[in-house]
């Protein structure tokens, strides 16, 4: 069964540091394109991060030099290190699946239950 | 960055009845557009992709249609299940993939 497990949110003090992770079943991370998508309460989703089977990796302006997205290939397991957490980095965060057909479209096909990060002081 | 923009923001209709929801971006994505469904505290969920194409599984009311900047997304006859928010997302010009606002389909 293909599925995305998220763990690791929490309640954090801004200025203060968290690591989400998200475990994946029935694909491979090292062949995949995988993202990370926050959505703030009462919003749109927001693209934070994505990292490419190649290992290349892509950041919103907003957690630029903030968030580190990486795998463990043997694990599975997608990661998002966030440092200098603001209370504007509170959402509910996604990973999902970047899916490519036809070398043409793409979209985030399969997505994971979410985790909550709260920053707060 | 492309800026999607969604409406309305709530549409209210009826049971059985079409919605047509919009989408525009602030610049042309050809046809690279999706569209997703969300049902409280649940993830999003992929409808529609290349702004017409379902996605695997999805029911044949859901149509999307357009190009460029404006795109729309229909449902042919609602049922009490597709009573939700949707969201359109565009990935022609990455990154950012972005996602617009949202329109909120309600019970009429």
């Known amino acids: 069964e293909v599925q995305l497990v998220e763990s690791g949110g929490g309640l954090v003090q801004p200025g203060g540091s968290l690591k989400l992770s998200c475990a994946v079943s029935?694909?491979?991370?090292?062949?995949?394109?995988i993202t990370w998508v926050r959505q703030a309460p009462g919003k749109g989703p927001e693209w934070v991060s994505v990292?490419?089977?190649?290992?290349?990796?892509y950041y919103a302006d907003s957690v630029k030099g903030r968030f580190t997205i990486s795998t463990d290939n043997s694990k599975n397991t997608l990661y998002l290190q966030m440092n200098s957490l603001r209370v504007e980095d509170t959402a509910v965060y996604y990973c999902?699946?970047?899916?490519?057909?036809?070398?043409?479209?793409?979209?985030?096909?399969?997505w994971g239950q979410g985790t909550m990060v709260t920053v707060s002081s | 960055e492309r800026v999607m923009t969604q409406s309305p923001a709530t549409l209210s209709v009826s049971p059985g009845e079409r919605a047509t929801l919009s989408c525009r971006a602030s610049?042309?994505?050809?046809?690279?557009l999706a569209w997703y469904q969300q049902k409280p505290g649940q993830a999003p969920r992929l409808l529609i992709y290349?702004?017409?194409t379902r996605a695997t599984g999805i029911p044949a009311r859901f149509n999307g249609s357009g190009s460029g900047t404006e795109f729309t997304l229909t449902i042919s006859s609602l049922q009490p299940e597709d009573f939700a928010v949707y969201y359109c997302?565009?990935?022609?010009?990455?990154?950012?993939?972005?996602f617009g606002q949202g329109t909120k389909v309600e019970i009429k």
């Open positions: 999902a699946r970047l899916n490519n057909w036809n070398d043409e479209d793409e979209a985030f096909d399969i």
């Open positions: 029935g694909f491979s991370v090292s062949n995949n394109y």
């Open positions: 990292i490419y089977a190649g290992g290349t990796t």
């Open positions: 610049q042309s994505v050809s046809s690279n």
């Open positions: 290349g702004a017409s």
């Open positions: 997302q565009q990935y022609n010009n990455w990154p950012p993939w972005t």
